[in-house]
């Protein structure tokens, strides 16, 4: 080549890589690269001779192209038309993983006085290739700014992946070049046209990093450090197993519903056991007269038990009606068939048209149909919900004996 050695300049490097190479047989590692030194020849055929150095690997090559920015691109293409075409014929294929980037290089010589090249560049698009699958070619963002640039058919050609970080902790912008599909739309290596969720592919790219950094932390560290590292690296498949048990646990819209209709049918039938008494003591009988005794009763007949299991009716006092038609709470003696003992209280509950009672933070039961609580004397905080209803909450000193009476109707009931 007619450049001096020991100088410095910006080319595009095509970095390839054979997979599972060291793995093989001796047999087998010949086979390989004689079919992959084959590939790599028919690939650069039409670059001269003088623009281009070749860099033995051992598992691979790298290649400086020294002229045109595209021959790099052409030299990807047609070795994954290559790769691509020996599928299903020999066993085993050979897997190659290629990189490209366009950076700073140092031409020298090496220990034959053959032209060799090293620098940055040559790092990162070793470190490019190593993120790529098998049969995949990934681009730096420094090439892709270049090579895009050439043609407007470029364009669409190339797919960002996200950023990269390598071992050294160094992030690196990677493009992938699309394969056509039969419309002539780049689609990912191994994938399907339309199945590609960019924000999915950036999570997974980032993951793809962290996952790097933490194995290569996890083969240098201590025992501790590989636990910690371990257990982060195993937090993904614990996240994403425990939403499959919490989504395959929900019970059913339409089960619920079902238990929801079954409760309703049972509070109706109830709660017209319960109005009975209170249409004879109020003497409502004949409420189309008045106003105010149409409001009553349809307060009583409204009263629907919410979707809500766990509380046993119980039957209604004349006097508690009573209380209830007049509002607000009352202290009154216990009769002697609620049978307290000398420490506990009374607490009866008129709620319209039902809440969830709760004692002192702890849910207790629904009302209707529950309607007699006893407590033990002292303080004790009650509070009444309802859905989509302001709650009610109040503070209740009970005494020894003593019923107290909690009458409380929900806006809007």
Known sequence: MDEPVSKTIICSIFFLDIVE???????????LKERFNSFLSEAIR?????????????????ISFLGDVEDALLAALSMRRSLESEVGRLDPPVLVRMGINLGPVRLVKDINGHPNIVGDGVNVAQRVMSFSAPGQILVSRSYFDA?????????????????RTDKHVREHEVYEIGSPDENGKFQRHGSSSGDRNP????????????????????KQGSLQKKITYGLLLALP???????????????????????????????TVTNKQRIELPRAVSGVANVEKSNAKKEKQQDVKNVVKPPKVGSKPEDMTAAEVMAKAKGGKSNQPVSSEDALSSTQGLITFSIR?????????????????????????????????????????????????????????????
């Open 46 to 62: 039409d670059v001269p001779v003088n623009e281009r150095i070749i860099l033995d690997t051992g598992d691979g090559a790298a």
């Open 353 to 413: 048209p039902w809440g969830e009672v709760y004692l002192d933070g702890k849910m207790i039961g629904v009302s209707p149909p529950l309607n007699k609580l006893k407590v033990g004397a002292g303080e004790h905080v009650i509070e009444v919900k309802n859905t989509n209803l302001p709650s009610h909450k109040e503070t209740l000193k009970i005494k020894a004996g003593v019923k107290i009476i909690i009458n409380h109707k929900f806006a809007n009931s």
């Open 237 to 267: 498949v614990l996240l994403s197993t425990l939403l499959m048990v919490k989504h395959f646990s929900k019970p059913s819209a339409t089960s619920v519903a079902a238990v929801n209709n079954a409760q309703v049918e049972a509070a």
């Open 199 to 218: 924000f999915v592919a950036v999570l997974a790219s980032r993951y793809q990093d962290l996952k790097i950094h933490l194995l290569s932390v996890f």
């Open 21 to 31: 190479y060291s793995k093989k047989s001796v047999a087998g590692q010949i086979s």
């Open 147 to 163: 090579a895009s640039r050439l043609s407007h058919d470029y364009v669409g050609m190339f797919l960002y992946l996200g950023s």
